[in-house]
Nanobody, 126 residues
Framework: VQLQASGGGLVPAGGSLKLSCTAP????????IAWFRQAPGKEREGLSC???????????MYEDSVKGRFIISSDDAKNTVYLHINDLRPEDTAVYYC?????????????????WGQGTQVTVSS
């Protein structure tokens, strides 16, 4: 599974971004897809996860620290998982990654993540 994360950029505090995770040639709706971030000098942090293999709205999970500001969603027609980030803060500055365990039908959270996108940089100016 080759994941591609995009949508990062330089935004002012209080702004919003929509990050995208795609996988050309692979149906993302078969997998649990998660978003992580890593800020300079800090450990990688899990943010959110979505799994829709069983249909319907699927299952979503959020790290407590981002609940209410981060929204994960998927568009099966576009084969894309999104991470909407609202009310951006300077402490949100990091490289954001999408990842999956690559196992069909896994629900959130997977036991491990074995496939990672290349990351997209988000920089929030104060």
């Amino acid at each position: 599974v080759q994941l591609q994360a995009s949508g990062g950029g330089l935004v002012p505090a209080g702004g919003s971004l929509k990050l995208s995770c795609t996988a050309p040639g692979t149906s993302l709706d078969r997998y649990a897809i998660a978003w992580f971030r890593q800020a300079p000098g800090k450990e990688r942090e899990g943010l959110s996860c979505i799994s829709t293999y069983d249909g319907g709205d699927g299952k979503t999970m959020y790290e407590d620290s981002v609940k209410g500001r981060f929204i994960i969603s998927s568009d099966d027609a576009k084969n894309t998982v999104y991470l909407h980030i609202n009310d951006l803060r300077p402490e949100d500055t990091a490289v954001y990654y999408c990842a999956t365990d690559g196992r069909v039908g896994t629900t959130c959270p997977p036991q491990g993540y074995f496939y990672w996108g290349q990351g997209t940089q988000v920089t929030v100016s104060s």
